[in-house]
């Protein structure tokens, strides 16, 4: 972040300096939610994969009406729910488990 900010502090006062031309700057720390989304672009289930601290994450893409999300099921309250890949006839089958809706919670 700091090599970041540095960057576009540079880019701000070249912008004042120079060519004037409206020009703006902003520098966002992106979660690792971001690269989840970003890894997910391509597949029709938005699902993609990155690598957090040498352990392979699957990300899926959860619409805001999905149950996660409105069970406060999502990671900035503290959810991350295990998952567990498993081979079957041929095919992977992915598993886990959401805990049920707690009214009041």
């Given at each position: ?22 020009l ?34 699957l ?47």
């Open positions: 972040m700091d090599e970041a900010e540095a960057v576009a502090e540079r880019l701000r006062a070249w912008t004042r300096e120079g060519p004037g031309n409206g703006r700057v902003a520098v966002d720390a992106h979660t690792d939610f971001h690269r989840l989304t970003r890894a997910g672009w391509g597949h029709p289930l938005l699902a993609g994969t990155i690598d957090l601290d040498a352990c392979q994450v990300g899926l893409g959860w619409d805001p009406g999905d149950h996660s999300m409105r069970h406060r099921g999502e990671r900035a309250y503290g959810q991350v729910y295990p998952a567990t890949l498993e081979a079957r006839a041929g095919a992977a089958v992915l598993r886990w488990t959401i805990p049920p809706y707690e009214p009041g919670r």
